[in-house]
């Protein structure tokens, strides 16, 4: 302890955590999670571990339950960084949620949660998850559509059920952004190019990677998987890099 009675910042970062020995705590809990993953979470300001004068990173207690915090989110109500982000400043600044608000439920998909505005996917954004599987009632609920729009977007491929008939949490987040679009007079018919688009660059990645899928040695599939990743995150920041220069000259900016 200090003189003042506040405790020493040293002497709890020497008492810290490694981000090896985070990543230990988090694995089974999330076994996707990567050193990488920890480290991005920080550039994003949503974890801010302590230093030691050497500069490796010592983390707190309350940082391990904050990285708990935004990967459950992630996982289970699939926010996007920045409004994870918007829920822990609220909570540094004590701020309490609305009087009856409901909470987040369990591995459901919050219908008023926003598309993430802000920066470009990484290689993280790609990671293979825990299986959730929504039914067609789920589905519309989480949604917010009827029958009759699901319809339409089955029929012009934008969301397709798997081989059991189910949904994955993908299919919830493609209904709301066409929803949105349709408020802007974009029916469903009119996004068959953005289907098309995307099967081709999937395509494209799956003629680069399969060769690699077809090694027998043991690390084949995790470095095929990295390079799937790696590729995926390429090649949407490349699609939405084209998409605002021509914007830009729609709009003359």
């Given at each position: 302890?200090?003189?003042?009675?506040?405790?020493?910042?040293?002497?709890?970062?020497?008492?810290?955590?490694?981000?090896?020995?985070?990543?230990?705590?988090?694995?089974?809990?999330?076994?996707?999670?990567?050193?990488?993953?920890?480290?991005?979470?920080?550039?994003?300001?949503?974890?801010?571990?302590?230093?030691?004068?050497?500069?490796?990173?010592?983390?707190?207690?309350?940082?391990?339950?904050?990285?708990?915090?935004?990967?459950?989110?992630?996982?289970?109500?699939?926010?996007?960084?920045?409004?994870?982000?918007?829920?822990?400043?609220?909570?540094?600044?004590?701020?309490?949620?609305?009087?009856?608000?409901?909470?987040?439920?369990?591995?459901?998909?919050?219908?008023?949660?926003?598309?993430?505005?802000?920066?470009?996917?990484?290689?993280?954004?790609?990671?293979?998850?825990?299986?959730?599987?929504?039914?067609?009632?789920?589905?519309?609920?989480?949604?917010?559509?009827?029958?009759?729009?699901?319809?339409?977007?089955?029929?012009?491929?934008?969301?397709?059920?798997?081989?059991?008939?189910?949904?994955?949490?993908?299919?919830?987040?493609?209904?709301r952004t066409v929803r949105a679009m349709t408020e802007f007079g974009i029916?469903?018919?009119?996004?068959?190019?953005?289907?098309?688009?995307?099967?081709?660059?999937?395509?494209?990645?799956?003629?680069?990677?399969?060769?690699?899928?077809?090694?027998?040695?043991?690390?084949?599939?995790?470095?095929?998987?990295?390079?799937?990743?790696?590729?995926?995150?390429?090649?949407?920041?490349l699609h939405t890099l084209l998409v605002k220069a021509g914007i830009r000259?729609?709009?003359?900016?």
């Open positions: 302890m200090t003189a003042a009675g506040r405790p020493d910042r040293s002497s709890a970062q020497r008492d810290g955590l490694s981000i090896g020995a985070v990543l230990a705590q988090l694995r089974d809990d999330f076994p996707d999670v990567t050193i990488s993953k920890i480290r991005f979470l920080e550039a994003e300001g949503l974890v801010q571990p302590g230093r030691t004068p050497s500069g490796y990173r010592q983390f707190a207690a309350a940082d391990v339950e904050r990285l708990r915090f935004v990967l459950s989110a992630q996982r289970d109500h699939y926010l996007p960084l920045k409004v994870i982000k918007e829920q822990l400043d609220a909570a540094d600044r004590g701020a309490e949620p609305a009087p009856g608000a409901p909470r987040l439920p369990r591995k459901l998909v919050p219908i008023d949660a926003p598309a993430d505005p802000g920066g470009l996917p990484g290689p993280d954004d790609f990671a293979s998850g825990r299986d959730l599987r929504l039914t067609q009632e789920e589905l519309l609920e989480q949604a917010a559509i009827d029958e009759a729009t699901l319809a339409e977007l089955r029929q012009y491929g934008l969301v397709r059920p798997g081989p059991s008939g189910f949904y994955d949490p993908g299919a919830v987040q493609i209904a029916e469903p018919r009119h996004l068959r190019a953005f289907r098309a688009a995307a099967d081709r660059e999937v395509g494209l990645l799956e003629q680069i990677v399969t060769p690699v899928y077809r090694h027998r040695d043991a690390d084949a599939k995790a470095r095929a998987d990295e390079v799937v990743r790696e590729l995926a995150a390429l090649s949407v920041t000259g729609v709009t003359g900016g």
